[in-house]
């Protein structure tokens, strides 16, 4: 067995494979279908500071290698995910990443000193970049100074890792994961969905009740992997790289661009056991090459 073992931040891993926040409910919808503990990392739901009802549906619409959703951050609050949803966290042994989202640099702030108060909470990932939201998200993900702004308060009421989860939909990612870096962040994740949307020609509605949505899965990957290798270049945090990993050699793209660990998202839809298939595909493809540590791999890109 190679050593899959990785650091985000003073965070330790046993392996680089984390689910991607949104796709794995709480962690115990999928409790009955995989052990979790084998996994690196679980990244819950965002959670915001009130009840989210959501968009209006449709919420959901499958395109060609990929599919769109319009949730809108719909959860019951961070009271109740802290009585009902933690207690199933906590007895886990593997860390647990709380994502949070806010309409106002102080809602995102507030979140993160409640959760951080709580020893089961190991990480906080600050989600600036939900395509999805009414107000907030991707508006703060999407500008460096807001972003910045955010980041640097939320930084002020938190002592545990600090993951900052960016947007593909904005001019210049590496720019704001800069920002962001320079505010405090010790750790970014990327990418968000990719702002989308499809239309019904019989009726000529948009199939998705919010109009647009958030294109997830294989057809995004190659923008993600552009993005980690770029925000790569110029920051010196580590990264999570996500967006249509599906196998492990999609993962093993996203570490050799220069990411430290990866998130799957979509897949679980898919095939629950996809994060465990990832998982050892990795190993098998490090035994093979003889590489003793999934480290040596990080941003081993070669370009002559
Ligand atoms: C149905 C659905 C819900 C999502 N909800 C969230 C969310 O609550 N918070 C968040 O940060 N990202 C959310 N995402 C984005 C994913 O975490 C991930 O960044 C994105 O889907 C790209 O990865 P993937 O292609 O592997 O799904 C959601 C994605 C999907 C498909």
Redesign the pocket.
Known sequence: MADLSVDIAGLKLKNPVIT????YGSGKEYGQLIDINRLGAV?V??VTLKPVAGNRPPR?WETPS??L?S?G?Q?DGVDAFIANDLPYLAALDTPIIA?I?GTSVDDCSRLAKMLSALPEIDAI?L?I??PNAKAGGVIFGSDEKLAADVVGKTRLATTKPLIV?LTPNTGDIAAVAVACERAGADAL?L???VLGMAVDIHTLRPQLGNVVG?L???A??PI?VRMVWEVARNVGVPIIG????MTAADALEFIIAGATAV?????N?VDPQAPIKIIEGINQYLEKKSIATVSELMGALKID
């Open positions: 991607a926040s949104g796709t990244c739901k965002t959901l990929g599919m959703n949730i951050l959860n994502s989202a990932e989600n970049s939900c989860k994740s990418i968000n969905t958030g997830s899965g294989p995004v990957k993600a996500m967006g249509g990993i998130a799957v998202g979509t897949a839809f």
